[in-house]
């Protein structure tokens, strides 16, 4: 039977993609039968995750209260030296586990480095690694036998710069069975809503440029339309209604919520009827794969999105409707489009559904899974 060791260097449990996907993996391989083990840093508590081993020794406590706050070079050399740190230390665990049916499932190439040769890792990767890591995935790749995970075909064409001889999988994002709400009837009232930041990675989303997009769909629409945006910065919530209270309104009314944890999300979904998912086009938002359009699609919300190289290279137009972000008509016009073609839109809102149930986490614990044996099997060929 064999072992997961889920393994972070960042704090957990967050209410970020990173370690929502870390604890519904968790629970998805728990519910397949496989144990499970969760190795994130000291400052991560949870009362309702159990499984957490915390990682830590003196050096990792005196450095963790600097993150964020030391400057430049100096900030860059105290977040790797943390990372090292940690994955020495997890190093020490698994050596005296002695479990040799463990699993690393890391997205840590400093983990995945530490590890030894003869452990089983499973590196998932999201981004472009930065400098330092792109190095460390290049020595991985001529120096181990181990798999490498990313979220689209796109991801996978640029980690082949860094990977030539390691085979790169394809591990899409997945979303929790209780998203899929039993019934969803027609809403009298329409609301349009965004569900995340104002800021993803240190990346600006522009909300704010949906408010003249808005006015525009207020000056014409007679359907009354709740905006809503749940989740926001406090400091991006009052730029937002800044940027509302500068119009005058006659249809539409505006929604901020505060900050939800991810399990109450699913109960916000239904009173949404359109989903957007407003990135604009970038050199990280062509490699995200959002979370969020799983969570809208399964909950039966129509997906609202950009139309962008990242978005397209995730979600297909049967079941999604796109608009141009560098447009404030654009938006405006494709809200109009939805409201009027109630068949269309039905029919995208089945094929969005029957496109998240493709997308679970046990079905991500399974491809991982696969890639691990297929590796053995090669293996005691060699």
Same mark, same amino acid.
């Given at each position: 039977?064999?072992?997961?060791?889920?393994?972070?260097?960042?704090?957990?449990?967050?209410?970020?993609?990173?370690?929502?996907?870390?604890?519904?993996?968790?629970?998805?391989?728990?519910?397949?039968?496989?144990?499970?083990?969760?190795?994130?840093?000291?400052?991560?508590?949870?009362?309702?995750?159990? *499984?957490? /081993?915390? %990682?830590?020794?003196?050096?990792?406590? !005196?450095?963790?209260?600097?993150? $964020?706050?030391?400057?430049?070079? #100096?900030?860059?050399?105290?977040?790797?030296?943390?990372?090292?740190?940690?994955?020495?230390?997890?190093?020490?665990?698994?050596?005296?586990?002695?479990?040799?049916?463990?699993?690393?499932?890391?997205?840590?190439?400093?983990?995945?480095?530490?590890?030894? *040769?003869? /452990?089983? %890792?499973?590196?998932?990767?999201?981004? !472009?690694?930065?400098?330092?890591? $792109?190095?460390?995935?290049?020595? #991985?790749?001529?120096?181990?036998?181990?798999?490498?995970?990313?979220?689209?075909?796109?991801?996978?064409?640029?980690?082949?710069?860094?990977?030539?001889?390691?085979?790169?999988?394809?591990?899409?994002?997945?979303?929790?069975?209780?998203?899929?709400?039993?019934?969803?009837?027609?809403?009298?009232?329409?609301?349009?809503?965004?569900?995340?930041?104002?800021?993803?990675?240190?990346?600006?989303?522009?909300?704010?440029?949906?408010?003249?997009?808005?006015?525009?769909?207020?000056?014409?629409?007679?359907?009354?339309?709740?905006?809503?945006?749940?989740?926001?910065?406090?400091?991006?919530?009052?730029?937002?209604?800044?940027?509302?209270?500068?119009?005058?309104?006659?249809?539409?009314?505006?929604?901020?919520?505060?900050?939800?944890?991810?399990?109450?999300?699913?109960?916000?979904?239904?009173?949404?009827?359109?989903?957007?998912?407003?990135?604009?086009?970038?050199?990280?938002?062509?490699?995200?794969?959002?979370?969020?359009?799983?969570?809208?699609?399964?909950?039966?919300?129509?997906?609202?999105?950009?139309?962008?190289?990242?978005?397209?290279?995730?979600?297909?137009?049967?079941?999604?409707?796109?608009?141009?972000?560098?447009?404030?008509?654009?938006?405006?016009?494709?809200?109009?489009?939805?409201?009027?073609?109630?068949?269309?839109?039905?029919?995208?809102?089945?094929?969005?559904?029957?496109?998240?149930?493709?997308?679970?986490?046990?079905?991500?614990?399974?491809?991982?899974?696969?890639?691990?044996?297929?590796?053995?099997?090669?293996?005691?060929?060699?």
């Amino acid at each position: 039977m064999p072992k997961i060791a889920l393994v972070l260097t960042s704090r957990f449990p967050s209410e970020k993609a990173y370690a929502v996907t870390t604890l519904e993996t968790a629970r998805a391989a728990e519910s397949m039968g496989i144990p499970v083990k969760i190795y994130a840093p000291f400052d991560s508590k949870s009362e309702t995750v159990s *499984n957490v /081993t915390n %990682v830590e020794n003196k050096m990792i406590r !005196k450095l963790t209260p600097l993150l $964020g706050r030391a400057p430049g070079k #100096l900030g860059a050399l105290i977040f790797y030296a943390r990372r090292f740190l940690i994955a020495a230390e997890f190093r020490k665990s698994l050596r005296a586990s002695n479990s040799p049916n463990e699993i690393v499932w890391t997205r840590d190439p400093i983990v995945a480095m530490m590890t030894n *040769n003869q /452990t089983r %890792v499973f590196l998932e990767l999201h981004n !472009k690694p930065s400098r330092i890591d $792109g190095l460390i995935c290049k020595l #991985l790749d001529s120096k181990r036998k181990f798999f490498v995970g990313t979220l689209t075909a796109t991801h996978q064409d640029q980690l082949r710069k860094y990977f030539s001889k390691t085979k790169i999988s394809i591990l899409p994002m997945a979303v929790n069975k209780s998203f899929f709400l039993p019934s969803r009837s027609e809403l009298e009232d329409e609301t349009i809503g965004y569900v995340g930041k104002g800021w993803s990675s240190g990346e600006d989303n522009k909300l704010y440029e949906l408010i003249s997009s808005a006015k525009l769909v207020d000056d014409e629409t007679e359907t009354l339309l709740q905006w809503e945006f749940l989740g926001l910065e406090p400091n991006y919530k009052s730029k937002m209604e800044s940027e509302v209270g500068r119009y005058t309104w006659k249809k539409c009314k505006f929604n901020f919520i505060n900050h939800v944890s991810h399990d109450e999300v699913p109960r916000y979904l239904e009173s949404i009827s359109i989903g957007l998912i407003p990135y604009h086009d970038s050199t990280y938002n062509r490699q995200r794969f959002p979370i969020k359009a799983l969570e809208y699609a399964a909950a039966g919300v129509t997906i609202l999105a950009t139309d962008t190289p990242g978005n397209h290279s995730v979600m297909k137009s049967d079941f999604c409707y796109f608009y141009d972000p560098e447009d404030a008509t654009s938006l405006a016009k494709t809200i109009h489009l939805i409201l009027e073609e109630k068949q269309e839109r039905n029919q995208k809102r089945e094929s969005a559904r029957r496109w998240a149930r493709k997308h679970s986490y046990e079905s991500r614990v399974e491809i991982v899974l696969d890639v691990v044996d297929n590796l053995n099997e090669r293996s005691s060929k060699i």
